[in-house]
T-cell receptor, first 118, second 113 residues
Framework: AQKVTQAQTEISVVEKEDVTLDCVYETRDTTYYLFWYKQPPSGELVFLIRRNSFDEQNEISGRYSWNFQKSTSSFNFTITASQVVDSAVYFCALSEGNYGGATNKLIFGTGTLLAVQP | DTGVSQDPRHKITKRGQNVTFRCDPISEHNRLYWYRQTLGQGPEFLTYFQNEAQLEKSRLLSDRFSAERPKGSFSTLEIQRTEQGDSAMYLC???????????FGEGSRLTVL
């Protein structure tokens, strides 16, 4: 069965602190894709990153970085020097298969609400 | 704005009424998805289309739900005989085959009284 677990329901930090959002996934497929989406108060889900199961290199994009570890089935997301505008719900998601045959059906976790205080 | 648009943004209806939501995807995207999101939960997959063909439906999609994408462009999601449990945000997303990146609309919030 496919499953995504985000154990942290809510996190509150003060601006400029670093924060890590945890994501643990379960899948039987050897080929799969992991995603992070941001959902600000406006409600629209914003794509942040996609990772395939064959690429375990960590990725950095500005203040965002992602740590993918297949050994622990985790795909954690770190925001460095957080800002008030980072306040949102963040979702981790899993999609099985390859793009050619996959449905792109995403299995989402329950999300982590990040509140960045000024 | 060339993103995914959904209409209406909010709908309040009485139990037993029918409602219809519309989604206009990004024009060059051939895949279109419907998800449902309830408070405090992540989005749940309902169904998806490749062009005009509906290729997969979740078991969450009861017989009261029907989705169409008649010309492979916009899509509609109809809920018949609404129940209070149908109250949720209905999200539409689109993508190009092979990219894996879904672009979501702002959603249509349904409240069933």
């Amino acid at each position: 069965a496919q499953k995504v677990t985000q154990a942290q329901t809510e996190i509150s930090v003060v601006e400029k602190e670093d924060v890590t959002l945890d994501c643990v996934y379960e899948t039987r497929d050897t080929t799969y894709y992991l995603f992070w989406y941001k959902q600000p108060p406006s409600g629209e889900l914003v794509f942040l990153i996609r990772r395939n199961s064959f690429d375990e290199q960590n990725e950095i994009s500005g203040r965002y970085s992602w740590n993918f570890q297949k050994s622990t089935s985790s795909f954690n997301f770190t925001i460095t020097a957080s800002q008030v505008v980072d306040s949102a719900v963040y979702f981790c998601a899993l999609s099985e298969g390859n793009y050619g045959g996959a449905t792109n059906k995403l299995i989402f976790g329950t999300g982590t609400l990040l509140a960045v205080q000024p | 704005d060339t993103g995914v648009s959904q209409d209406p943004r909010h709908k309040i209806t009485k139990r037993g009424q029918n409602v219809t939501f519309r989604c206009d995807p990004i024009s060059e995207h051939n895949r279109l998805y419907w998800y449902r999101q309830t408070l405090g939960q992540g989005p749940e997959f309902l169904t998806y289309f490749q062009n005009e063909a509906q290729l997969e439906k979740s078991r969450l999609l009861s017989d009261r739900f029907s989705a169409e994408r008649p010309k492979g462009s916009f899509s509609t999601l109809e809920i018949q005989r609404t129940e209070q449990g149908d109250s949720a945000m209905y999200l539409c997303a689109s993508s190009r085959s092979g990219t894996g990146e879904l672009f979501f609309g702002e959603g249509s919030r349904l409240t069933v009284l």
